[in-house]
């Protein structure tokens, strides 16, 4: 009984002292975990059941410890969260076909919402469609600014944006789907060099069922998309280069079967997926070089999808090898676009995985957020289909759910239309989650 009562003793002074120490940061977990063990050593030779009361309660305060730290940890860093928003074509097709003075006046209240919001960057589409929303070498003025592709405008309109983002002390990252060229009728201009590689023969452009791309497999097609980056980085103050989710737009072999054909006709020996998925990566490790040798700030990124599997199999993006290494891209930023109630796929274990996918500790996480979701019946998630209505808080939770992860850099919300323009019965629980969002 003696012995037990100098334990319990030594237990109560032990656990104080571990229980200040979290109060107090430096090499505390360390003590705390040593303590843990001396005191696991000395207990088993008195008291088993003693052992395993002692043991839970000691890992108690490791993992307090640990959720206090990272919090801590990213209190000191909140200055340096991404708070973004997604601005498509969509958004800019019903201001930017006006004059130059209208076209402001637009992206000045756009860009004083999303500040006053306590947003901190723009992500802004300028190549939606093998095209472009400023003056290119490459690449035709976009059908999007006059309904007719290759009309140019008598503004630059993309300028106006960066210049006005920095006016506001916002950041501005210039928005490109480097392969896809149409999904859509809209016929293309003569000017643009994909309407020629389309009608050669040489493969670089493909027609198929849901629209017209340029072809991964081509070294031409590459060295076209990578200049296209290098006139946006070189001609204007960006502060990143940002890519979505358009990669390979079918898994159909027919695609490019002529490309691979002749790769393993000259010795090849990769499958077909993991060839299609090197020929991304290809473009994606020389962008990256090209953009960090001309200037080392400006980051450059990628939003692929929620769906991990999805990534991998089916757009062939090799996100395993650039959450690995240093050589791809700066951050990741999935379209995590699920609520916490979806039948199959959860925010909460989206994040947790994309979070462990990261190997690079350099490489951010940051997180897409569905605002267009907001009162929306989410017709494909099972039970969680009604979560979006039933809520007005739903992007707060998910943004500090999202900060506890190791690798969190900051959220993205798609997209602008949905926030600030939204249909009249969505806008009071809308202007609920933008408040939400601002206080914390």
């Not at 400023?134 to 300028?159: L, M, N, V």
């Given at each position: 009984?003696?012995?037990l009562?100098?334990?319990?003793?030594?237990?109560?002074?032990?656990?104080?002292?571990?229980?200040?120490?979290?109060?107090?940061?430096?090499n505390e977990?360390?003590?705390?975990?040593?303590?843990?063990?001396?005191?696991?050593?000395?207990?088993?030779?008195e008291n088993?059941?003693?052992?395993k009361?002692?043991?839970?309660?000691?890992?108690?305060?490791?993992?307090?410890?640990?959720?206090?730290?990272?919090?801590?940890?990213?209190?000191?860093?909140?200055?340096?969260?991404?708070?973004?928003?997604?601005?498509?074509?969509?958004?800019?097709?019903?201001?930017?076909?006006?004059?130059?003075?209208?076209?402001?006046?637009?992206?000045?209240?756009?860009?004083?919402?999303?500040?006053?919001?306590?947003?901190?960057?723009?992500i802004?589409?300028?190549?939606?469609?093998?095209?472009?929303l400023?003056?290119?070498?490459?690449?035709?003025?976009?059908?999007?600014?006059?309904?007719?592709?290759?009309?140019?405008?008598?503004?630059?309109?993309?300028?106006i944006?960066?210049?006005?983002?920095?006016?506001?002390?916002?950041?501005?990252?210039?928005?490109?789907?480097?392969?896809?060229?149409?999904?859509?009728?809209?016929?293309?201009?003569?000017?643009?060099?994909?309407?020629?590689?389309?009608?050669?023969?040489?493969?670089?452009?493909?027609?198929i069922?849901?629209?017209?791309?340029?072809?991964?497999?081509?070294?031409?097609?590459?060295?076209?998309?990578?200049?296209?980056?290098m006139?946006?980085?070189?001609?204007?103050?960006?502060?990143?280069?940002?890519?979505?989710?358009?990669?390979?737009?079918?898994?159909?072999?027919?695609?490019?079967?002529?490309?691979?054909?002749?790769?393993?006709?000259?010795g090849?020996?990769?499958?077909?997926?993991?060839?299609?998925?090197?020929?991304?990566?290809?473009?994606?490790?020389?962008?990256?070089?090209?953009?960090?040798?001309?200037?080392?700030?400006?980051?450059?990124?990628?939003?692929?999808?929620?769906?991990?599997?999805?990534?991998?199999?089916?757009?062939?993006?090799?996100?395993?090898?650039?959450?690995?290494?240093?050589?791809?891209?700066d951050y990741?930023?999935?379209q995590?676009?699920?609520?916490?109630?979806?039948?199959?796929?959860?925010?909460?274990?989206?994040?947790?995985?994309?979070?462990?996918?990261?190997?690079?500790?350099?490489?951010k996480?940051?997180?897409?957020?569905?605002?267009?979701?907001?009162g929306?019946?989410?017709?494909?998630?099972?039970k969680?289909?009604?979560?979006?209505?039933?809520?007005?808080?739903?992007?707060?939770k998910?943004?500090?759910?999202?900060r506890?992860?190791?690798?969190?850099?900051g959220?993205?919300?798609?997209?602008?239309?949905?926030?600030?323009?939204?249909?009249?019965?969505?806008?009071?629980?809308?202007?609920?989650?933008?408040?939400?969002?601002?206080?914390?």
């Open positions: 009984m003696k012995g009562k100098k334990v319990f003793m030594l237990m109560l002074i032990l656990c104080i002292s571990c229980s200040s120490f979290t109060l107090t940061y430096g977990l360390s003590n705390i975990e040593f303590l843990k063990d001396f005191l696991t050593t000395f207990i088993l030779e088993t059941n003693l052992l009361s002692s043991t839970i309660l000691l890992n108690g305060l490791v993992y307090k410890y640990k959720d206090e730290k990272r919090i801590s940890d990213f209190e000191k860093d909140i200055d340096d969260e991404v708070r973004a928003v997604w601005i498509s074509y969509l958004d800019l097709q019903n201001v930017i076909n006006k004059n130059e003075i209208d076209f402001e006046l637009s992206i000045e209240e756009m860009f004083s919402n999303i500040k006053n919001a306590k947003l901190n960057t723009v802004v589409q300028v190549r939606p469609f093998g095209d472009a400023y003056p290119s070498k490459y690449f035709p003025w976009s059908y999007i600014i006059t309904g007719t592709e290759g009309i140019a405008p008598q503004f630059d309109p993309f300028k944006m960066v210049d006005k983002a920095h006016e506001k002390g916002l950041k501005i990252e210039a928005w490109i789907n480097p392969y896809r060229i149409r999904n859509n009728n809209k016929p293309i201009s003569d000017n643009n060099i994909a309407l020629k590689w389309l009608t050669d023969g040489s493969n670089r452009v493909i027609k069922d849901n629209g017209i791309y340029y072809n991964p497999a081509s070294e031409d097609v590459r060295d076209l998309i990578i200049k296209g980056v006139e946006i980085v070189e001609n204007y103050d960006v502060d990143g280069i940002h890519f979505d989710d358009y990669f390979y737009p079918t898994t159909d072999p027919q695609f490019d079967k002529v490309d691979y054909e002749q790769y393993k006709n000259e090849g020996l990769l499958s077909l997926e993991d060839w299609r998925r090197e020929n991304v990566n290809l473009l994606i490790k020389e962008i990256y070089k090209s953009i960090k040798n001309y200037d080392d700030s400006i980051k450059f990124g990628i939003s692929p999808q929620g769906i991990i599997d999805k990534n991998y199999n089916t757009q062939y993006i090799d996100i395993y090898k650039w959450l690995s290494s240093s050589e791809y891209i990741i930023c999935p995590i676009y699920f609520g916490y109630n979806h039948s199959t796929y959860s925010y909460d274990k989206l994040i947790n995985q994309w979070n462990k996918l990261i190997k690079n500790n350099d490489i996480l940051y997180i897409g957020l569905a605002a267009y979701k907001i929306r019946e989410d017709i494909y998630a099972g969680g289909k009604y979560e979006w209505i039933e809520t007005d808080n739903i992007l707060e998910m943004i500090n759910d999202g506890i992860n190791d690798n969190y850099g959220f993205v919300l798609f997209r602008y239309d949905f926030l600030w323009n939204p249909e009249k019965h969505l806008e009071e629980q809308i202007h609920k989650e933008l408040d939400a969002i601002k206080n914390i």
